[in-house]
């Protein structure tokens, strides 16, 4: 299975952002998908993780302002960015996490700037 991310740009302070992870095949195949960030210089830091059942946790600089969300009939995983800070600036990653291996996705990268 790979996956595709997307969606990421240059938006400024406050603004939004919307991600998406397309995986070539079921995301059912996933215990859990996830989200990751690295900025430049910084180890990669979990942003959000959703499980196969639709629980979800985040990491508690995002909470309260990125949601993630899943479309297992596209295939898909979502996060939505919202009130964005500079801070935000890094490259995202998706991750799936199966009984047997992880799957990661390339980067996409977000840039926070007025």
């Known amino acids: 299975v790979q996956l595709q991310a997307s969606g990421g740009g240059l938006v400024q302070p406050g603004g939004s952002l919307r991600l998406s992870c397309a995986a070539s095949g079921s995301i059912l195949g996933f215990n859990n998908m996830a989200w990751y960030r690295q900025a430049p210089g910084e180890q990669r830091d979990l942003v959000a993780v959703?499980?196969?059942?639709?629980?979800?946790g985040y990491g508690d600089s995002v909470k309260g302002r990125f949601t993630i969300s899943r479309d297992n009939a596209k295939n898909t995983v979502y996060l939505q960015m919202n009130s964005l800070k500079p801070e935000d600036t890094a490259v995202y990653f998706c991750?799936?996490?199966?009984?047997?291996?992880?799957?990661w996705g390339q980067g996409t990268l977000v840039t926070v700037s007025s």
């Open positions: 959703i499980t196969i059942g639709g629980g979800t």
């Open positions: 991750r799936g996490a199966t009984n047997r291996a992880i799957y």
